[in-house]
């Protein structure tokens, strides 16, 4: 039996859309994941009440929980932490609910986009530091020669879209190459709120870019709430299901491959 995981990202809690929500605990309740991987913007303004929220939905889901931090996740309110412990909110709600993941089909691995400020406006869009794409890396070279799936998980998507001539993730061209160069099989995100999953290439080093939209009201582009499932067998096998649930309507959620 293949490793099933749920893939949701951009859930907003504060705008969250209840009904989406809803619909992906029936699912999980119903199929039993293996897992279920958040990429990030778990909440919408870092709140302790949004985090509350938060911790309560996915320690309802009773399935293991991947956690990965967004823009929106850290103090907007008080910039004294968000400059000194931008991700003590963050921490303590992965601490409570969140943990890593691996089976004998996949391995997840993160990948840290997320910086608290940066020399450009809009500080929302991605950095990969140094340091970020480095213990990445340490860890797929501690994974060489592994049979099984490699799947790195990030926030922001490490490319623009294929026909935009500006990538806004700082350093996300060569965080693409060097992470397909060390054996990641795809890299899933979210942040854009669009779903896609597309076959992307830089500087001769290929890797599949799979991203998933918002279980939040923050709608982008007209693409409606969703999620996805990613089934894994080993040597990179991955197949994906988007599933879209009408925004405020509670749904039995289509399945659409992408
Ligand atoms: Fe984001």
Request: proline letters at 7%; a neutral charge; one cysteine or more.
């Amino acid at each position: 039996m293949p490793t099933r995981l749920f893939h949701i990202s951009d859930v907003h809690f504060g705008v969250e859309d209840r009904a989406a929500l809803d619909a992906v605990a029936r699912a999980v309740a119903d199929e039993r994941p293996d897992a279920l991987v958040c990429t990030g913007d778990l909440t919408q303004r870092a709140k302790h009440s949004e985090y509350a929220a938060a911790q309560a939905w996915f320690a309802s889901l009773g399935v293991p929980v991947v956690l990965e931090p967004g823009n929106h996740d850290m103090p907007y309110y008080n910039p004294w932490e968000r400059f000194t412990d931008p991700f003590r909110r963050y921490e303590r709600l992965k601490a409570a609910v969140g943990g890593g993941f691996c089976s004998s089909d996949v391995v997840l691995v993160p990948l840290r986009t997320t910086v608290s400020a940066q020399t450009r406006f809009p500080w929302s869009d991605g950095v990969v530091r140094p340091a970020a794409l480095q213990a990445t890396l340490d860890a797929l070279a501690a994974l060489k020669g592994d049979p099984r799936t490699i799947i790195v998980i990030a926030h922001h998507p490490l490319l623009g879209p294929q026909e935009a001539r500006k990538n806004p993730t700082i350093g996300g061209d060569e965080a693409f190459a060097r992470i397909a160069a060390a054996g990641a099989d795809a890299v899933i995100s979210g942040h854009v709120h669009v779903p896609f999953d597309e076959q992307r290439e830089v500087d001769g080093r290929s890797m599949r870019m799979i991203g998933t939209g918002t279980l939040s009201t923050r709608l982008r582009h007209g693409a409606p709430p969703s999620w996805r499932v990613i089934t894994c067998a080993p040597g990179g096998v991955i197949e994906t299901r988007l599933r879209i649930a009408a925004a405020t309507t509670v749904t039995q959620p289509d399945e659409a491959a992408l």
